[in-house]
């Protein structure tokens, strides 16, 4: 049966920006939820000390958990090839840091989608970058997976990849055994496009998935998919909500997973709305495992 984490989504800006809380503080607030692990990030300011790493790993596994996954931003499609160099080797620190904590799973990204960037390019720097990283999380246990992302917030662009199209041809272009998707079906309405085409188009590849969901805050999915990529949609149209109550069907996502024998780490990006929120969203997805798996 595939194992539940949670993502700090309501807690980024304090964990990342203004250090009004601690990293100690978000292990003992999601030890209050029934789930088997916590998904972590790379830029939790805490991180920067690389003595904090096995102090985390400790802290999480004290509970009886693990950190499976790390979620990491590189940006593979600059033109300059310095520039992705230096990427590929800030990758190799985040799998370092996976490997750290005890975990499996690092992202990649394509990386920003510049305008003078042509298709052929962004898929063939990016391949390369990851690639290139590829021996390294090997050595070391790790899969990397890329995921079917929006836009990082430290990003002028959107994904490069994000359109299900170039999303596949990436994918496409790298076949590893340490390499897979980790699947958002929320990130895939902010792209204009439907979550169930592209799971069916890479349910094969799936390795792990980011558990949301979006509701329309005004208008209709209909003007969502007629803005370009999906970038105005996501500032005006789609908010993030509750786990079950929005527009993915959680019931032909598993139906599917479940098919392709999936096994591995959902981790659930929610909880903006508070904790109470969050353990409702534990309680969907543990009730939805239950009965498909």
């Known amino acids: 049966m595939p194992k539940l984490s949670v993502f700090p989504k309501a807690y980024m800006q304090a964990l990342c920006k203004d250090g009004t809380m601690s990293v100690a503080d978000w292990i003992a607030l999601a030890a209050t939820l029934e789930v ?40 593979f499609t600059h033109p300059d090839a310095a520039f992705r160099a230096r990427e590929v080797a800030r990758q190799r620190r985040w799998i370092d840091m996976t490997f750290a904590l005890g975990g499996s799973y690092c992202r ?54 994000q359109k299900m199209d ?45 558990a949301s969901d979006r509701y329309l805050a005004e208008g209709t999915i209909e003007d969502l998919r007629r803005e370009e990529g999906g970038a105005t949609g996501y500032a005006r149209r789609l908010r993030h909500g509750e786990i079950g109550r929005g527009l993915n069907d959680y019931d032909a996502i598993f139906t599917e997973l479940k098919r392709v024998g999936f096994d591995g780490w959902i981790s659930i ?24 798996w």
């Not at 916590?38 to 004290?62: H, Q, S, T």
């Not at 902010?190 to 094969?204: C, F, N, Q, T, Y």
């Not at 990006?269 to 498909?292: I, T």
């Open 36 to 75: 088997q692990g916590l998904e972590w990030y790379a830029g939790f300011l805490e991180m920067a000390d690389e003595r904090n790493w096995p102090i985390f790993r400790k802290a999480v596994e004290d509970q009886g958990r693990v950190i499976p996954m790390m979620c990491c931003s590189p940006d």
């Open 108 to 161: 990649v990204l394509s990386g920003q989608r510049r305008p003078e960037l042509s298709i052929e390019d962004g898929v063939r720097f990016a391949a390369e970058s990851i690639h290139a990283c590829l021996p390294y999380a090997q050595e070391r246990g790790i899969t990397l997976i890329l995921e079917n992302h929006y836009k990082d917030d430290f990003w002028e662009y959107p994904e490069f990849a």
């Open 166 to 210: 170039v999303f596949c041809r990436l994918l496409d272009a790298v076949v590893h055994p340490n390499f897979g998707v980790n699947y958002d079906p929320s990130n895939t309405y902010l792209a204009g496009e439907d979550p169930l085409v592209l799971l069916k188009r890479v349910s094969h590849r799936v390795v792990t998935m980011h």
């Open 269 to 292: 990006e929610d909880g903006v709305d508070g904790m109470d929120q969050l353990r409702r969203s534990v309680g969907f997805l543990q009730r939805k495992l239950a009965q498909y």
